[in-house]
Each structure stands twice: as C-alpha cells, then as structure tokens.
C-alpha cells in the first residue's frame, strides 16, 4: 500500500476551547488508484490532507494521536529533515488558490525550475528548460515564449496547470490535489480533471482528490471516502456509492447536484449547518440535520462498520438508507 492513514486525530487549541477537526480517520491509497474525499467545508478534509504532508499550522493545530505510513513507514515518527526530502520529491500537492499559492514576484519558469535547482542540483539554465518541459506536459500553449512570465498574466485554468505541473516536476508517487477545479468554469475544470487523469496514469502515481464537488469525481474516482465532522461515515467504490449511498449525508450530498431532469424546480439543500467543532453534538454528529435520525443517533457514535463489499458506513440505519 502507497499510503495508509490510520486512526488520524487532529486538533486546534482556540481561545473557547479545543476545536476537534479530524477524529479518528482511517483510509488508503495504493499506486495508480484515485481516492475522492468528500464533505462539506469544515469537514476536516484538507486538514487531514495538511497532516499527511506535514504542513500542518503547529500550533495552533496539533497531531493528537494516530499513523500515517507512506511505504510502510511512519511519517509522524520521522524528523523534519527526513519528511523534508519525501515532501515535494515522494508526495507533492496541489492546491485550490493557485493564485495565492504562486508567489507573484517570481516568473512562473523561476518558480518550477527551483524544484529541480533544490532537489537536483540543477543548473539554473537546465532548470529553466526543464520547466518548459512541464509546462508543455501540461499543454500550456507557447509555454517557450511563456516561461517567464508571471502568475498575473495566466488565466485561472492555465494557473492550476502550472500548480500541477509544479506538484508533478519531480515525479512523486503521490498527488494530493486539494479542490483543484475552484472557483473554474466548468469547461475548465472537466479539462483539469482530464489532465490529471491523464498524468496519472501515465506516471502511475496515487491520487487524493479533495472536494465538495460529486460531479467532478464521478468519472476519474475509484474510491470515494465521505468525510463529516472530522469523520469518515462511508466509504465505497465510486459506482456503488453513486447507484446507492449507505449514510443520510452522504444521499443529501447526491440529492443536491442539480439534475437535468428538475428544470424550474428548487435544488435539494441539506437543512441545517455543519456542527461547531469546538462542541460536537453527541451520539451521531448528523443526527441534528437527518431525517432518519432516532434516540440511539442522539445516545450513541455509531462505528464505521462493513456493510458490503469494499464498503463501510457509520449509520445504524444504512440498511433503510441503502433501500430508501
């Protein structure tokens, strides 16, 4: 297995209180397989992603208890020095503000190239002209002509190309792209997606895919994870969940995509808000927004148990969910 995080908790010490953003997360990628993350904002999503490429703020936020092994070894357990030279060459990231995240004094060739000046002692003329490479890889038009210009004279989807092609220079065995389709039109985000599956399989790399977004997951996802509250409460292959959520969430989720079907009609919104972390509602954290919610949902946290094959769910009402 390429990557396993197990029993991941992570938590930020606040002025009210300590806000319990991951509790408890377990899942896996292997070589070439697509992991989709899924859930709302404050779900706990990118602070999982942060933990594992450890870039988490400490403080405030702090690694509570857990594993996380790339290769079969303990990330947690290494020195800064060590996970250094893994971030970057062995797992890189790509980042959903591509504007904010490239540095807007240096050109965007300055900027890729120093991948390969830091970790391969390149030349800075050989660096240059290995990031014309990547930015034809990543079919940025007259990218010769463009290597040195800035980040401000890119459009936003010729932006998060050059995040990936940043995130790709060094081949890692495994991407986290973390909702790299924001704030895109759509157009442009089915092109991003098709790149990075393209990448993807050409490198055989792994694959975390962050977002909020089912639609942009279903055609390049094999496993889906659906994340509330600091939480994994399903997980399954991308088609079974599609066909059949086993968790109310994750069926509110599926139930507000707009459908072509439902023209002039009001889009499905799931009632309520996600809960304060800093006091997580006992028993189930959705009981409060779920229709099926009963006194055992409000009493106790149900376990993400097996529910079928390569599925599990955190409900204990996933057969009635399964069947609704």
């Known amino acids: 297995m390429l990557l396993e995080v197990r029993d991941l908790h992570v938590e930020f010490k606040t002025r009210d209180g300590v806000a319990k953003a991951v509790n408890g997360v377990d899942y896996s990628v292997d070589e070439g397989e697509t992991l989709a993350v899924l859930g709302e904002s404050g779900s706990g999503k990118s602070v999982t992603a942060q933990a594992v490429m450890g870039i988490l703020d400490t403080p405030p936020g702090r690694i509570a208890g857990g594993e996380i092994l790339f290769k079969g070894k303990d990330l947690l357990k290494m020195k800064e020095e060590e996970r250094r030279k893994i971030r970057g060459a062995e797992m890189a990231m790509i980042f959903q503000d591509a504007l904010s995240s490239l540095n807007p004094v240096l050109s965007v060739g300055a900027q890729l190239g120093e991948m390969y000046e830091v970790h391969r002692g390149m030349s800075r003329k050989d660096a240059r002209a290995k990031a014309v490479e990547l930015m034809d890889r990543v079919k940025i038009p007259a990218a010769k002509e463009r290597v040195g210009d800035y980040p401000h004279q890119f459009s936003g989807g010729m932006r998060q190309r ?11 065995s495994l991407i986290i792209a973390d909702e790299p389709t924001t704030a895109l039109d759509v157009t442009v985000q089915a092109q991003v997606m098709d790149l990075l599956a393209e990448l993807q399989r050409e490198l055989n790399m792994g694959l975390i895919l962050i977002t909020h977004d089912l639609g942009v997951v279903a055609d390049v996802a094999d496993k889906i994870a659906v994340m509330y509250a600091g ?60 229709p099926m919610a009963r006194a055992v949902c409000r009493a106790e946290v149900p376990p993400l148990a097996e529910v079928g094959p390569d599925r599990s769910s955190a409900c204990f009402f996933w057969k009635e969910c399964l069947g609704a």
């Open 162 to 172: 050059i995040m990936i092609a940043m995130a790709l220079a060094l081949e890692p």
């Open 231 to 290: 939480r994994i409460v399903e997980t399954a292959p991308v088609h079974s969940l599609y066909k059949a959520p086993a968790h109310p969430y994750t069926r509110g989720l599926l139930d507000s995509i707009p459908r072509l079907d439902q023209k002039g009609q009001e889009l499905y919104a799931i009632k309520g808000l996600p809960p304060n972390l800093l006091a997580i509602p006992p028993g189930c954290a959705f009981n409060p927004r779920c």
